[in-house]
């Protein structure tokens, strides 16, 4: 029988930022694919709810790791414990985001630090701790980074978002062209306007809500189980030759000038 090409049968899955949303959506998808997952956020509660919801849902295991992506300095130390928890890491799902909007010239510098610290820096480092460890093992692996519509445009009010998701798009180009000798694949998806609880304050919007769907062809919002398949496809052997890569998931948003 020919090799199921999506399936992630013995293999396990880090996602960050998935205790709701995105994340637990993707986290739950992989683990339907046959991954066991690692699921992490700031929040002990949420995540245990999650776990609940994932092992009844696909009969996977699920270990649930509570961290902070803004303490950078920690996230060394928080792979390793996942490495040990687990055996093993074969699947990196850089997910945890977080945005805020203001003026440009009058948006807080703290405010922008720790959205480029979520967004950029803790997926720069915890991609680094997932590289060395898999060449410890020897077999490759899979990074999946989450970008936006703001790795390619942007929108006013968004400045550290825009910069931290355009800098989601050239990190995952910079990794996957260096840890390509790895074995290792590293690759984007690209969500267009999803309804989440990041996204309430404007999916609840009627002026943005009007905005939003006639700039969108397919004239609707996403749902995050919507990024399944791209999540699957770039975690799975079904994209062994494929790198540097996002993957847009936006309704044909792009595609209309
Ligand atoms: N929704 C959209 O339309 C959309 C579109 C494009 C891209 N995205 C991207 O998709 C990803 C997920 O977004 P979402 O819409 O699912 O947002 P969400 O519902 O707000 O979920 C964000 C997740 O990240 C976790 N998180 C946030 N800050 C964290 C921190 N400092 N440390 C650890 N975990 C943290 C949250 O848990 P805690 O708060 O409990 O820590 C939660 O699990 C983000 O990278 C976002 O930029 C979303």
């Given amino acids: 029988m020919a090799k199921d090409l999506f399936r992630l ?3 396990t899955a880090l996602v960050t930022g998935s205790s709701r949303g995105i994340g637990l959506a993707l986290a739950k998808g992989l683990a339907q694919y046959g991954a066991d997952v690692a699921i992490s956020s700031r929040h002990e509660e949420e995540l245990a709810q999650a776990k609940k919801e994932i092992e009844t849902e696909t009969g996977r295991k699920v270990w649930t790791f509570v961290v902070d992506m803004l303490e950078t300095a920690k996230l060394d130390s928080f792979f390793q414990k996942v490495v040990e928890t687990t055996g093993g890491v074969d699947i990196l799902l850089n997910n945890a985001g977080i945005n805020a909007q203001h003026p440009a010239e009058e948006f807080p510098y703290e405010v922008w630090q720790n959205i480029i610290g979520t967004n950029l820096n803790a997926v720069f480092v915890l991609s680094q701790a997932f590289c060395r460890h898999r060449k410890q093992v020897g077999k490759g692996g899979k990074i999946v980074n989450t970008g936006s519509l703001m790795s390619h445009m942007t929108r006013p009010k968004n400045p550290p978002y825009a910069a931290s998701k355009g800098g989601i798009l050239m990190l995952t180009k910079a990794l996957g062209a260096e840890w390509a000798k790895y074995g290792i694949t590293v ?3 690209g969500p267009g306007f999803l309804k989440t609880k990041m996204t309430r304050h404007v999916s609840s919007d009627e002026t943005f809500n009007k905005w939003m769907l006639a700039r969108t062809p397919m004239n609707r919002w996403g749902e995050p189980e919507e ?10 052997d079904a994209s062994s030759f494929v790198t540097g890569q996002i993957v847009y998931v936006d309704g044909g948003i792009l595609a209309l000038l």
């Fill in 9 to 11: 049968d013995g293999k």
């Fill in 187 to 189: 690759n984007a998806i």
């Fill in 227 to 236: 990024l399944v398949g791209a999540a699957v496809f770039l975690s799975s």
